[in-house]
């Protein structure tokens, strides 16, 4: 399996963008989806995740501003993101809950004046 990821950008606090996730092929492993980032120097964090039937969960910093959906006839994953801000700024990947299979390369979102 491949996961590419694509979507990320330059951005203005206050701005949105659109993460998607595509995945080259379903396995049983994917149930289970998340979204991670990591930021320069820090350590790659779980930002959202989702499972089959579409139950969402996510990160206390950005609770009412992402959401994470998915189209298992796209085998794909996005990401909405609201309301960015600095902070936001990361490479972003996916994976599945239990990150087993292999990292794409992410997708890098800045967020900057």
């Known amino acids: 399996v491949q996961l590419q990821a694509s979507g990320g950008g330059l951005v203005q606090p206050g701005g949105s963008l659109r993460l998607s996730c595509a995945a080259s092929?379903?396995?049983?492993?994917?149930?289970?989806m998340a979204w991670y980032r990591q930021a320069p120097g820090k350590q790659r964090e779980l930002v959202a995740l989702?499972?089959?039937?579409?139950?969402?969960e996510y990160v206390q910093s950005v609770k009412g501003r992402f959401t994470i959906s998915r189209d298992n006839t796209k085998n794909t994953v996005y990401l909405q993101m609201n309301s960015l801000r600095p902070e936001d700024t990361a490479v972003y990947f996916c994976?599945?809950?239990?990150?087993?299979?292999?990292w794409g390369q992410g997708t890098l979102v800045t967020v900057s004046s």
């Open positions: 989702i499972d089959d039937p579409g139950n969402t």
């Open positions: 994976n599945n809950l239990i990150r087993t299979l292999p």
């Open positions: 092929r379903i396995q049983y492993s994917m149930r289970s």
